[in-house]
C-alpha cells in the first residue's frame, strides 16, 4: 500500500495481480478483448453507466483522421462533491488502471493515452510518475510492449485546474486541448472525434481498472457479482452522518438500509445518492438497491442524519452549481441561479405554491433542455429534497404553500 493511506475496506482490487489482465488480453485478438469485456457486462463507472465494451467498439471501428493516432483518456478528474473512490485506485492501485489503459489501447488500436488528474490530486503526480517510468522499464509501455512488434503505447499525465465540468468528457478534452473547459455538442462522440479530432476513448479510473481485474479473472466471474442488470463490484465514498466513514467496496444490487448498516448510520434522515448532482432519498427509499436499474451512482454517498436541515443541503448544492455552471447555455446558467434565488425566499419565508411550482416546472426545462449532465442532472437535488421534505420545509416557512407536487 502506498505510504499516504487511505481509510477504506479491503477491496477486490487487492486480490488481482497487476500484469494478469494484460498478459491475459495479449492472448487474444482485439476483437476477443472487446468481446471479454463486453461479456462482462462492464458498464461505465464515472456516473453515466454506458457499456463499456460498446464504446469500445465504436471506437475501435472509428476512422483515425490524416495519419493521427487514437486515444485512450483516462478521467480521474474526481469532482463529484462526496467522490474519493478513484483517489484510493490511484494511491494504491495505479498500475491496474495504467493496465487497464494499456488493454484499451491494445483493443481499439490507440498509441497514446492520457491521464486527466483532478487538480487537488497533483501531490499524487510524482507517486503516479514513479509507476509510469516502472512500467517504461519493464517493457510494459512505450515502443513494442512485451516484444510485440508494434503495439506502441505510452501514458502522459495532465493536470486539471478545479472545475468540476472538465470532468464532463468533452469538457474534458477541450481542456486538454488548451481551450476553455466547455462541453461540446454531441453526436460527434469522443470515440469518433475526440483529442485533436481523433477516436479517442474515454474511462473512469475505477472502469479501466475494473477492465484489468476482468481480463485477469475472466467476465464470468465478475458477471457473477451484482444484480442481473449491473454486473460486478463498486466502490463507493461514503461521507457525512455515519460512524464509519471511508471507501467501500459493495456488490452493486445492494440495498440503501444494507449500505447504511455497513457504515454505521441506523438514524439517517436521508442518503444524497451521486453527488450533488444525484438524488436525495428519505429514509422510506432505504429499501431501494444501487444499481443502473434503480438508483444508478458513480459512487458517492452522503448521509445525512437527524439534525440536518434540508433546505440548507438544498442551498448548500445550489451554491455548488452556480459556481461550477459553464455559463454556455441558458438552462443551466440562469437555471441554477434562479432555483437559488427561490431557495433563499424559502429561507425567508416568501416563496408562494405558485412560485415554488414555477420553480419545479424550471427544473423540468432544465434537466430537458441543458446541454450536458451539469445542468441536466443540476436540479435533481432540489426535486428530491422538495418532494420528500415538504413539511419540514413548509413548516419552517411562514408562508403557507400548500402540496409542492
Ligand atoms: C458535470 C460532469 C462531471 C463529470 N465528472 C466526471 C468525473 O470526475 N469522473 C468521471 O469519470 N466521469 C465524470 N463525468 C462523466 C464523464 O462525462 C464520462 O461519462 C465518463 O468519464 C465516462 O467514463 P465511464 O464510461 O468509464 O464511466 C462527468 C459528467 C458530467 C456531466
Ligand atoms: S449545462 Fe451548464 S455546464 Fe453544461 S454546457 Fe450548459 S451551462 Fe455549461
Known amino acids: 500500500m502506498h505510504p499516504i493511506d487511505s481509510k477504506r475496506t479491503p477491496l477486490t482490487y487487492d486480490t488481482i495481480e497487476p500484469g494478469a489482465g494484460l498478459a491475459a488480453a495479449m492472448k487474444k485478438s482485439r476483437a476477443d478483448i472487446i468481446a471479454e469485456v463486453s461479456a462482462s457486462n462492464l458498464r461505465g463507472r464515472g456516473g453515466a453507466g454506458f457499456p463499456t465494451g460498446t464504446k469500445w467498439n465504436l471506437a475501435a471501428a472509428a476512422r483515425v483522421k490524416d495519419g493521427e493516432f487514437k486515444y485512450v483518456v483516462c478521467n480521474a478528474d474526481e469532482g463529484e462533491p462526496g467522490t474519493f473512490k478513484d483517489r484510493v485506485l490511484l494511491l494504491d492501485h495505479a498500475d491496474l488502471v495504467f493496465e487497464g489503459m494499456t488493454i484499451a489501447a491494445r483493443a481499439i488500436g490507440a498509441k497514446k493515452g492520457i491521464l486527466y488528474l483532478r487538480g487537488e490530486y497533483v501531490y499524487m503526480r510524482p507517486h503516479l510518475e514513479v509507476v509510469l517510468a516502472r512500467r517504461r522499464e519493464t517493457g510494459r509501455l512505450g515502443e513494442g510492449i512485451l516484444r510485440v512488434a508494434g503495439f506502441d503505447f505510452d501514458i502522459e499525465i495532465r493536470m486539471g485546474a478545479g472545475a468540476y465540468v472538465c470532468g464532463e468528457e468533452t469538457a474534458l478534452i477541450e481542456s486538454l486541448e488548451g481551450h476553455r473547459g466547455e462541453p461540446r455538442n454531441r453526436p460527434p462522440f469522443p470515440v469518433d472525434t475526440g483529442f485533436l479530432g481523433q477516436p479517442t476513448v474515454v474511462n473512469n479510473v475505477e472502469t479501466l481498472a475494473c477492465v484489468s481485474a476482468i481480463l485477469a479473472k475472466g467476465a464470468a466471474w465478475f458477471k457473477a457479482i451484482g444484480s442481473e442488470r449491473s454486473a460486478g463490484f463498486k466502490l463507493f465514498s461514503i461521507s457525512g452522518d455515519c460512524a464509519r466513514p471511508g471507501v467501500y467496496e459493495f456488490p452493486l444490487g445492494i440495498t440503501v438500509r444494507e449500505l447504511l448498516d455497513r457504515v454505521g448510520a441506523p438514524d439517517a434522515k436521508a442518503v444524497q445518492v451521486g453527488g450533488a448532482s444525484g438524488v436525495c432519498l428519505t429514509a422510506s427509499q432505504f429499501e431501494r438497491r444501487i444499481a443502473f ?38 438552462p443551466c446558467r440562469v437555471g441554477n441561479a434562479k432555483l437559488l434565488e427561490g431557495i433563499e425566499k424559502l429561507e425567508r419565508g416568501e416563496c408562494s405554491t405558485a412560485y415554488l411550482r414555477e420553480l419545479l416546472s424550471l427544473c423540468e426545462t432544465m434537466q430537458l433542455a441543458s446541454k450536458c449532465g451539469l445542468g441536466q442532472s443540476s436540479p435533481n437535488a432540489f426535486v428530491s429534497i422538495m418532494t420528500h421534505f415538504q413539511d419540514e420545509i413548509l413548516g419552517r416557512t411562514p408562508v403557507a404553500m400548500g402540496g409542492v407536487r
Open 293 to 330: 436499474e434503480d438508483v444508478a451512482t458513480g459512487g458517492s454517498i452522503i448521509v445525512l442524519g437527524p439534525g440536518r436541515d434540508m433546505l440548507h443541503v438544498a442551498r448548500n448544492f445550489m451554491e455548488f452549481f452556480v459556481e461550477e455552471s459553464c455559463g454556455q447555455c441558458t
